[in-house]
């Protein structure tokens, strides 16, 4: 998890506001190929997992599936977080900021799927 942070620790290094930005619409661009089982490309797609530790993923677009589909995209900015500048930064400093940012992310995401149609019932999953 530390890797995912990284952003935090340098907003907190340099002082640095982090601001929550969602934008809507981003998983419409592309699809992705979802290859059967057994087939050729899904066994070369695993042994390519297997040498290298992860699985390429194939999409395709508008094109001959090199451009995005013209799908609309919302994106919506929240408030500044603001983070004091710290020399020495601390793991405990990284998740306290790193929690703020996450929540804040969290109510924007909330506030605003209704109106760039999503449903009400729609979560947001942050893996």
């Known amino acids: 998890m530390r890797q995912r942070k990284g952003f935090v ?6 002082g640095a506001d982090l601001v929550p930005v969602y934008a809507f619409g981003e998983n419409d661009l592309f699809r992705q190929v ?3 089982e057994g087939s050729l490309g ?4 695993e ?3 297997k040498i290298m530790g992860f699985a390429p993923c194939l999409f395709v677009g508008e094109h ?7 799908n609309p995209i ?7 977080i603001s983070v004091p500048k710290h020399i020495k930064v ?6 306290h900021f790193h929690k703020l940012y996450m929540e804040a992310l969290s109510k924007l995401f909330h506030e605003h ?11 947001l999953r942050i893996i």
């Not at 899904?42 to 797609?45: A, F, K, T, V």
């Open 9 to 14: 620790r340098v907003a907190l290094e340099f």
């Open 90 to 95: 601390t793991e405990e400093e990284v998740d």
């Open 42 to 45: 899904r066994r070369l797609q």
């Open 47 to 49: 042994l390519f997992k």
């Open 113 to 123: 799927k209704v109106s760039c149609g999503l449903s009400e019932s729609h979560e």
């Open 74 to 80: 919302t994106t919506v900015v929240g408030s500044p």
């Open 64 to 70: 001959m599936g090199i451009l995005p589909y013209r």
């Open 34 to 36: 979802i290859l059967s």
